[in-house]
């Protein structure tokens, strides 16, 4: 029995199909980081006064310094107050001056904001401030947890209704829920919009680069992962030019929904996995794929080989359940995760404090994105020649330990901590790739994009603790860094007990995948049973 890796051959493993297929799933990771720019760039804390253009109505006169000294409190270190304001009374203005004002409230009419590095943010549009003030995290929380919910659910879907389904939904309700949250009225519009916008751009990362890697063959194979990560990469240098150039956040949404229309125009052209096909028992649609992939590449399709796909066999309908009822998987998949895990929660906390490290926003985004593609390119090298299991330890230990030198720094060097803020973010970004990379072939065709999703839903984790640890910040800088640090260092060193998959065909079965482990002799692409499978008769490769 043949397995799909010689049918790629014999079709072309990396010809004008899988060229194009890859620019095109691919692409739309470019517009991913531009999601975030509506909660990234905010300007949390504004300078700011309470709107207290009632007394207008008393004295229309009044210059702008007399309206503050009469209505406005003043704090201890004589500034006005930037959260209270005297209570509106109905009164003339000679009473006003006569007697003066003495109860105070919150501000009731809103607030007037100066000195602003935006036109418009999130923040000033919703006055998340003051008792709100905490809002702007949350709001970052919510696209994370959202992303953390798009892997929960678009992994298993895809396993079972197919990779091309499950990356074209993301797209659409990413174009719808993008525009929803530029015209949000209030946060709570906003809030539901983010939420489901990170969930379609954590399943539309997820399954495109599985449906790309799954057309590819043994020695390309890398390039799905790391030609996704390059464009996202530039998709964040675009973020900060983006921001730079429209300074209203709503603006900015429509302007990435305009983008993201494009995608929504040709993704409907986007192939199922053959792959997939054949491991449902879908050898018709499958057969019929292949010809017209193999037209495209311009090769013969041999006869005999297509014979093969018609041929019966034990289809294996495998679940969660195929994973934490193997050894060997459990092992690959928990060591695999807790790296992504690590990685990730450093990658985050790191991006998240963008505007943190002293200098000017727009160029430490700029220097972020920038400094990530060389990663992924030396990314696609590396893993060939170095293999899949140097490549995540050695990423993972170095990055950790980068980033806890910071600690040595002092706080006011703002170029040193900012050029090994970046190191530290190059290779963490390095062995995310790796990570993607690793996943898909750790584990079968028929539970691997369910190993993705649950190993994304440890990533996503990540994201959505990040925010929550850089407030630990408040009690000491030092903490969140030791924190990701060590958590790096620590999935680095668990790395050396993952086996090597470089240069070897996916696995299709469960049996391939533990065999993957060390622990069994089978002929990799064996149609070898499983008790914890269901299998039915149907016609499968």
């Given at each position: 029995m043949v397995d799909f890796g010689e049918i790629l051959k014999a079709i072309g493993d990396f010809g004008f199909f899988q060229k194009l297929l890859l620019l095109g799933l691919a692409s739309p990771h470019f517009l991913l980081p531009v999601f975030f720019c509506s909660f990234l760039f905010i300007q949390s804390d504004p300078e700011r006064h ?196 429209v300074r209203d956040w709503r603006k900015a949404q429509y302007v990435v929904a305009g983008a993201e229309a494009l995608v929504f125009l040709y993704i409907w052209w986007i192939p199922e996995s053959a792959r997939w096909l054949l491991g449902q028992g879908r050898a018709d649609e499958a057969e019929k794929l292949i010809r017209k992939v193999a037209a495209i590449n311009k090769k013969e399709v041999p006869e005999n080989l297509l014979e093969k796909v018609s041929e019966e066999k034990k289809v294996e309908n495998a679940s969660i359940k195929a994973i934490f009822t193997s050894a060997v998987l459990i092992k690959h998949f928990f060591i695999i995760s807790f790296a992504w895990f690590s ?199």
């Amino acid at each position: 029995m043949v397995d799909f890796g010689e049918i790629l051959k014999a079709i072309g493993d990396f010809g004008f199909f899988q060229k194009l297929l890859l620019l095109g799933l691919a692409s739309p990771h470019f517009l991913l980081p531009v999601f975030f720019c509506s909660f990234l760039f905010i300007q949390s804390d504004p300078e700011r006064h309470c709107n207290t253009d009632w007394i207008l109505k008393a004295a229309p006169n009044l210059t702008v310094e007399e309206q503050l000294n009469l209505t406005l409190p003043r704090e201890e270190d004589g500034s006005f107050s930037r959260c209270r304001m005297f209570v509106p009374v109905d009164w003339d203005i000679h009473t006003i001056r006569e007697y003066g004002l003495n109860d105070t409230t919150a501000c009731t009419d809103g607030f007037v904001y100066e000195n602003m590095l935006y036109e418009s943010t999130i923040v000033t549009d919703f006055n998340l401030v003051c008792e709100k003030s905490n809002m702007a995290e949350v709001t970052q929380t919510v696209f994370m947890t959202g992303m953390l919910a798009g892997s929960f659910i678009f992994g298993p879907v895809a396993d079972l209704y197919g990779r091309r389904r499950t990356t074209q939904l993301p797209v659409v309700l990413l174009l719808i829920f993008i525009i929803a949250a530029a015209v949000s009225p209030n946060v709570h519009v906003y809030n539901v919009s983010q939420f489901i916008v990170g969930a379609s751009l954590g399943g539309y990362r997820m399954n495109s680069v599985v449906l790309a890697t799954e057309w590819i063959g043994i020695n390309k194979r890398s390039l799905a992962s790391c030609v996704s990560q390059v464009f996202g990469s530039f998709g964040q240098c675009a973020l900060a030019g983006l921001v730079y150039v429209v300074r209203d956040w709503r603006k900015a949404q429509y302007v990435v929904a305009g983008a993201e229309a494009l995608v929504f125009l040709y993704i409907w052209w986007i192939p199922e996995s053959a792959r997939w096909l054949l491991g449902q028992g879908r050898a018709d649609e499958a057969e019929k794929l292949i010809r017209k992939v193999a037209a495209i590449n311009k090769k013969e399709v041999p006869e005999n080989l297509l014979e093969k796909v018609s041929e019966e066999k034990k289809v294996e309908n495998a679940s969660i359940k195929a994973i934490f009822t193997s050894a060997v998987l459990i092992k690959h998949f928990f060591i695999i995760s807790f790296a992504w895990f690590s990685l990730n929660l450093g990658y985050f906390c790191l991006v998240l404090n963008v505007g943190k490290f002293g200098l000017n926003i727009f160029l430490v985004q700029f220097l972020f994105g920038i400094s990530e593609v060389p990663a992924h390119l030396l990314c696609i090298g590396c893993l060939e020649f170095f293999g899949r299991k140097k490549s995540l330890v050695s990423t993972l230990l170095v990055g950790g330990a980068v980033c806890l030198l910071t600690l040595a720094i002092p706080q006011d060097s703002a170029v040193a901590i900012t050029a090994l803020v970046t190191t530290g973010k190059f290779f963490l970004n390095w062995a995310g790739s790796v990570c993607l990379v690793y996943i898909q072939e750790l584990f079968p065709t028929s539970i691997r994009q369910t190993a993705v999703s649950l190993g994304s839903i440890a990533f996503r984790v990540a994201g959505l603790l990040s925010p929550l640890l850089n407030m630990l910040a408040v009690y000491h800088r030092s903490i969140p860094i030791i924190v990701f640090s060590s958590l790096a260092v620590l999935s680095g060193a668990l790395g050396f007990l993952l086996p090597e998959t470089s240069r070897k065909d996916l696995p299709d079965s469960t049996s391939d995948g533990k065999s993957n482990g060390g622990l069994t002799n089978e002929k990799p692409g064996s149609d070898i049973s499983v008790t914890e499978i269901h299998t039915q008769k149907s016609t499968k490769l």
